[in-house]
C-alpha cells in the first residue's frame, strides 16, 4: 500500500504531540516534523500514519534520529512515514529505496550557497524541493525554474498569511508554517488537488 | 585560478586585526565585497569598500588575493567553511592567520571563532536564517561564542528577525545574502547593520 502525498497549499509544521493533534483537529490530513524530538512523539506519529495522515520528517533538524538506513527503515517500514526532507543527496539516495518519498532541501541564504543547492539536486528528481527560508522564494523562483521544474515547498520564517500567500503566488506548490494561526487561516481554503 | 604573484606584507604582525578601525572605516562605506570567482576581485580593489569577504577560493592560492586587498588597505575576510582545500578546523583557521596573514575569518561554526579568537584575527559568525523555530538556539549559540561580528543572512529576513536579535546580542551586525538593490542595503543600514555584504559590484561604489 502506497503511503499518502501532500495535496493542498499548507504543511503544518509540527514539533511535538501537542502541535500534532492542533493540526489534526483542523483537519489537515499532512504534517511536517521540523524539529523536535521524533522519538518522543513517536506513538501519536504511528497512529496519525496508520489513519492515512501524510506525514514528512526533516531529517537534518529533528533530533534522536541518525541519518543512516536504519533510520530510514524505521521511518518507513515501522512508522509508515510518506517521505524525508534532507540537503544530503545520499540520503534521499537511500531513503527512495525504502519507498520514501524523498524531499531536497535547499537553503537560499545567498546566491553562493543557491547555486550549490541547485548543483546537488538528485536524479531522477526528488518529490519536491524544500527552500529555506520560504520568505526567500519569491527572489530566488527565477534561478530555481532556470534549473528544475520539480514542486517547490517553502519552509521557514512564515509568520504571517500575507508571507505564505507571496510564497504561493511565486509559484511554491505547498508552503510550511509552525503556526497555529496560519493553520486556522488556510484549514478554511479547500484543498487543491 | 590566474594569479599574479604579489609581494606580501612585510610581516604578519602588521596585519591589521583592529575591530574598532573596521567599524570606523564601515560608518564611512557600509559594504563588504564578497568575491567568488578570482575574477571579480579588481574591480573590489577599486572600489571604497574597505572589506573584502572570499567565499570560494581554493585555499592554497589565497596568498596573492589576499595580499592584493591589503596592499589596498582592505582587510581580508576568508570563509573557512566554503573555502576548497582547507579543513574546517583549528589548523585550517591557524594556516589562514599565520601563514597567508588574512584580517579576519567567517565561519558558521562557534567552534571556529574560538580558533579565530586564540589566533587572533577578528571572528565574523554568520546567523544562517532559514528556520525560525531555530533562532532561539541559534542566538544563544552566538551569545556563547562572542564573535566580533555576526553576519546575518539571507537579507530580506534581516527585518523579520532584528528586534528579536538585538534584544539577545549586541554584535555589530552585518547583512548578507541576496542583497542587490540599493533599497534592500538602505533597509538593512536604517534597522541597525553595521554594513551590508554583496557580491553585486554595483552595490561597491
Redo the contacts between chains.
Keep these: 500500500m502506497r503511503t499518502p502525498g501532500v495535496i493542498g497549499a499548507m504543511l503544518p509544521?509540527v514539533?511535538d504531540g501537542a502541535s500534532l493533534n492542533q493540526a489534526l483537529d483542523l483537519g489537515y490530513r499532512q504534517v511536517l516534523i521540523?524539529?523536535g524530538s521524533l522519538l518522543a512523539m513517536v506513538g501519536p506519529l504511528a497512529g496519525a500514519a496508520r489513519q492515512g495522515i501524510a506525514i514528512f520528517v526533516n531529517l537534518d533538524?529533528v533530533e534522536g534520529l541518525a541519518p543512516d538506513s536504519a533510520a530510514l527503515a524505521f521511518l518507513a517500514t515501522d512508522l509508515g512515514f510518506s517521505g524525508v526532507l534532507s540537503v544530503k543527496p545520499h540520503l534521499l539516495k537511500d531513503a527512495s529505496r525504502f519507498r520514501l518519498r524523498t524531499v531536497q532541501r535547499i537553503?537560499?541564504?545567498?546566491?553562493?550557497?543557491l547555486e550549490t543547492g541547485l548543483n546537488s539536486i538528485v536524479s531522477p528528481p526528488p518529490y519536491a524541493i524544500a527552500v529555506?527560508?520560504a520568505?526567500?522564494v519569491p527572489?530566488?523562483m527565477p534561478a530555481i525554474r532556470a534549473a528544475t521544474s520539480t514542486p517547490i515547498w517553502g519552509?521557514?520564517?512564515?509568520?504571517t498569511a500575507e508571507q505564505a500567500n507571496e510564497v504561493l503566488a511565486a509559484g511554491a506548490d505547498v508552503v510550511s508554517s509552525?503556526r497555529l494561526e496560519l493553520w486556522r487561516e488556510f484549514s478554511r481554503i479547500p484543498v487543491r488537488d | 585560478m590566474a594569479t599574479r604573484t604579489i609581494v606580501p606584507p612585510a610581516h604578519v604582525r602588521r596585519v591589521d586585526v583592529s575591530v574598532t578601525r573596521l567599524n570606523e572605516a564601515f560608518g564611512r562605506v557600509p559594504v563588504a565585497a564578497v568575491i567568488r570567482r578570482a575574477e571579480d576581485l579588481p574591480r573590489a580593489l577599486a572600489s571604497q569598500v574597505p572589506a573584502v569577504f572570499f567565499l570560494r577560493a581554493p585555499a592554497f592560492h589565497l596568498g596573492p588575493l589576499v595580499w592584493a586587498v591589503q596592499a589596498r588597505g582592505k582587510l581580508a575576510f576568508v570563509h573557512v567553511d566554503l573555502i576548497a582545500g582547507l579543513g574546517k578546523d583549528r589548523a585550517g583557521v591557524t594556516f589562514l592567520a599565520r601563514e597567508i596573514g588574512v584580517n579576519g575569518i567567517i565561519t558558521s561554526h562557534s567552534g571556529l571563532v574560538a580558533a579565530a579568537r586564540a589566533e587572533r584575527v577578528i571572528a565574523v559568525q554568520r546567523l544562517l536564517l532559514y528556520d525560525d523555530l531555530g533562532l532561539p538556539s541559534a542566538l544563544s549559540a552566538l551569545d556563547h561564542a562572542r564573535p566580533d561580528i555576526v553576519e546575518i543572512l539571507p537579507g530580506m529576513i534581516f527585518p523579520l528577525v532584528v528586534d528579536q536579535i538585538r534584544a539577545r546580542l549586541s554584535l555589530p551586525m552585518i547583512v548578507g545574502g541576496f542583497v542587490r538593490e540599493p533599497a534592500q542595503r538602505d533597509a538593512a543600514l536604517e534597522r541597525g547593520a553595521l554594513a551590508i555584504s554583496t557580491s553585486s559590484a554595483e552595490l561597491w561604489r
Excluded: W
Design positions: 509544521a514539533r521540523e524539529r533538524a537553503h537560499a541564504l545567498d546566491s553562493t550557497g529555506a527560508p520568505v526567500a527572489q530566488v519552509t521557514g520564517f512564515v509568520t509552525g
